[in-house]
Every structure is written in C-alpha cells, then in structure tokens.
C-alpha cells in the first residue's frame, strides 16, 4: 500500500512538472494562495470581497441556465420567464437565485466598498486597486440595468424608458445616443435583443477581466488590514511579514465561514422572501409590459434609488442653493486657500463657470449631471482624503462626524427612491443630496484637521 501511495505521489509530480513546463500553473497558485501573505487580523469586514466573487460565479451559472429558455423576443420574453417559473423543473429555484442574488451581489459590493472607505483602501498604494473597483461597480450597475428589462414586465418596460431617456440631455449627441441604444425610436424588440446581447454577452465578459485585473492588482501592493499598517514593515529572517499568514488556507477556511452565514441568508431569502416586500422584485413586473398603462410609481430597483433620489432633487430651488453654496465655497478658498494667484484666477474661472450653468441649465439636465457625479466621485476618494493615518481605528473626530452623516444621507436618499415624490420629502432630499456632494468636496479638510490617534507598528491581533 506504501508502494501504491508511493508511485501516486511520484506520478502528480511527474505530471504537475510536465504542467509547469508548459503553463505556470504551480507559480500561479503559489504567488496568489500558497504563498501570497495576508494580515493575520483580518474581520468580517474582509469576506465581502471573496462573497463578490462568490456571487458573480452563482449569477454567471444561473444567469446560464436562465438563458437555456429565455426568449429575447417581445412578443415571446414575459411568457418565457413565467414558463420558467411553472414548468421547467427547479425553474422557480434558478429564477430566483438570479433575481435575489443580484440584489445580494449589491449589498456585498456596497459593504466592500465601505469596508474599503473605513480602513482606508484607496489609499496609497492602493488607488489602482479602488480604481479598477469603482469600474466594476459601473459595469455592475450596467449589467444590472440590462438585465432588469428581460422579464419585459411593466415595470421593467417603463422603467427602462424613464432611464434611457436620460441620455436626451447629452448636448449634441444625447437624441442619437439615446435611438443607438434602444436600437428603434422607441423602446421594442430591437431594444430587448441589444439588452440581452449585453447583459448575457458583452457585460459579464467586461465583469469577469475587471475582477482578473482588480485581484492582479492587489497582489501586486498587498492587501490592506484594519489597522491600515503595511506588514511588510516588520520581516522575518525568512523575508516574510511576521503578521502575516498565508492566503491558503487559512485565510480561505475564514472565508468559508463568512460563506456559510453569507448562504443562509442568502437562501433564506430566496426560499422565504424571494421578492422582499416588493423591493427585490416589485408587483407591477408580474404584469406583462405595457406600453398603454404606466405603472403608479416608476421607479429603479433599490440599488439605484439613492442615486435616482439625487436625480429628482434637482429642482430649480436645488440649483439656487448650489449657486449660493457655489459663491460661500469660492469666497472662502479665495480668502484662505495659500495659492498663487494663477490658481486663484482659475478658481474664479471654474467658479463663474459653475453659476452660469446652473443658471442656465434645466433641473433634468443638472439631474443628469449630479447622478453621474455622485458616482464619479468615488473616483476621486484617494486623492480627496488627506489624512495622515488609513484606518477609521486612529482616525480624528471630524472624520467619523462626516462619515456617519453620509451613511444616515445615503440611506435617506435610497429610501425616498422607492417612494413617490411630495413636497416635503424632495426637501429632505435636496438637504441629503448637499450632505451627500459636502462629503467629497470636504474630504480634504475635515480629513486633515482634529486629532488622530498614533498608529501601531504592529497590527493589532488576538489569537481565537
């Protein structure tokens, strides 16, 4: 038997050298899990990454067995999803797998990158690493848009509309833009195929690289820690950081866990509460599209609404108060800030160019324009944050005031997207909307003033 054992163990090497001479495929393993050193104190905050990647592979898989009996045809795509629901076998299972598991894959990614933001992650070296991670979540979100008009319920249909005409307000090229996508003058057939082309095709292809080169990247800096410290500050005789551990397996059995409790939810979910209370899946998408009978409410799913909500708190009295804000923050900076006069001049000019356009521009095209930046400026988080230590751990005061007033904006926001407007509730919005912009434009200064605590020079680790 120890012969056998023997000339099994000999035979994998055999073959694992014939491998390696043609594909790195031991090197790989070893510069990614073997031997690829992670912080030793790791938290729950670090599963939302594997759980991302956990929930692409199930989206993609489902996303597969979906495809098998979807018809991307007008006439044919309700009745399709409902043939799935009823008469494929465990059709109601993948279905619903698909459907709640995009919403879980937002909720992982949304806490990723809060994870990312607390312990300072897009920090340096790190900004290719956050960079590659916000187009992700634009591709995310574009894969999801798509996806949303499959079922073509009235819902999807309509919402979809109120979405793409959006691109209207692009000067110049927003009218083509807008027929190039919908591939017809109005939303129909054509715009249906070019969807699921995208959303079964084209996106996942984008997704799957970006991840490729997000993972790439960050094992080329090393993976950040609540502490925000770099472990390779303290080597062994060996080389190797002595508060690291290796990726697998130790870090991957942690992950497993994180997994586990991630399913039961996650299925929990999808067996119990498969729409949610109509948040994961509303009630007018049970009803076929219909292009006479607009639905009460048109509204995103719940992953868009805060950014929706910015969308509809751009009234004229929104643009007022921004010229106002606009003036104070220019006087201010003008006054303060220890710049060349060059600089001064500039600012003047972006200023005055900020208050003609809100004075000439319309509340949907200011709309446009406010959404789209309230993602952009993630983009622009490594930069805007100037504090000197990374982690939320050792951070000042001011810092944890202005995040906390972010989050409770952020949710208010996505809360009222799920609601219809009233007078009183796009106020609250417009207030959200300031509180939402004054977190990026602030970054700077409330990061480099109050006092931080000293950070360790080894992470802060207890065995359990």
């Not at 605590?453 to 680790?461: A, F, G, H, N």
């Amino acid at each position: 038997m120890a012969i056998h054992r023997h000339d099994n163990h000999k035979s994998a090497n055999a073959f694992m050298e014939w491998v390696d001479q043609r594909f790195p495929a031991t090197k790989v393993w070893n510069e990614h899990l073997a031997e690829y050193m992670a912080a030793k104190n790791f938290n729950f905050w670090y599963f939302f990454g594997s759980l991302a990647i956990l929930m692409l592979v199930v989206q993609i898989a489902t996303g597969i067995f979906l495809t098998m009996h979807y018809k991307p045809d007008a006439e044919l795509a309700f009745a399709s999803v409902e043939y799935i629901m009823r008469d494929v076998p465990f059709g109601w299972l993948v279905r619903y797998l698909h459907s709640t598991g995009a919403s879980m894959f937002f909720v992982v990614v949304y806490l990723h990158m809060f994870r990312g933001v607390i312990y300072g992650s897009h920090r340096e070296p790190r900004e290719l690493v956050w960079l590659i991670g916000c187009v992700i979540f634009v591709a995310l979100m574009a894969e999801a848009f798509m996806g949303y008009l499959l079922p073509w319920g009235n819902m999807s249909y309509w919402g979809a509309q109120v979405i793409l005409s959006l691109f209207d307000v692009i000067p110049f090229v927003g009218p083509a833009l807008t027929e190039w996508i919908r591939g017809d003058f109005v939303i129909s057939d054509a715009t249906l195929n070019r969807f699921f082309a995208f959303h079964v095709i084209l996106l996942p292809l984008i997704l799957v690289a970006l991840v490729f080169l997000h993972l790439v990247a960050l094992h080329q800096v090393g993976s950040n820690n609540p502490d925000g410290i770099d472990i390779y500050e303290n080597l062994d005789e060996d080389g190797k950081p002595v508060d690291g551990i290796p990726f697998f397996p130790y870090i991957v059995i942690k992950d497993l866990i994180g997994v586990a409790g991630f399913l039961i939810v996650y299925l929990g979910i999808v067996f119990f509460w498969p729409d949610f209370g109509g948040i994961f899946l509303e009630k007018d998408n049970f009803a076929p599209a219909n292009p006479l009978q607009t639905p009460p409410d048109i509204v995103p799913l719940w992953y868009f609404t805060p950014f929706y909500s910015i969308l509809r708190a751009s009234t004229t009295s929104l643009l007022f108060a921004l010229q106002i804000i606009t003036g104070i923050v220019f006087i201010w900076m003008w006054l303060r800030a220890k710049v060349s006069i060059k600089a001064k001049v500039a600012l003047s000019v972006v200023a005055a160019g900020v208050m003609v356009g809100l004075m000439l521009g319309s509340g949907k095209a200011w709309g446009v324009v406010l959404m789209a930046a309230a993602i952009v400026c993630f983009f622009l988080l490594p930069w805007l944050d100037r504090s000197p230590v990374y982690s939320i751990r050792y951070r000042s005061m001011p810092f944890k005031i202005a995040l906390v007033l972010f989050l409770v904006a952020f949710f208010i926001l996505g809360y009222l997207g799920m609601n219809a407007p009233t007078p009183a509730k796009t106020l609250l919005a417009q207030v959200c909307t300031v509180i939402y912009f004054a977190f990026f434009a602030l970054m700077p200064w409330f990061t480099s003033i109050g006092q931080t605590k000293p950070e360790p020079s080894r992470v802060t680790y207890e065995a359990h």
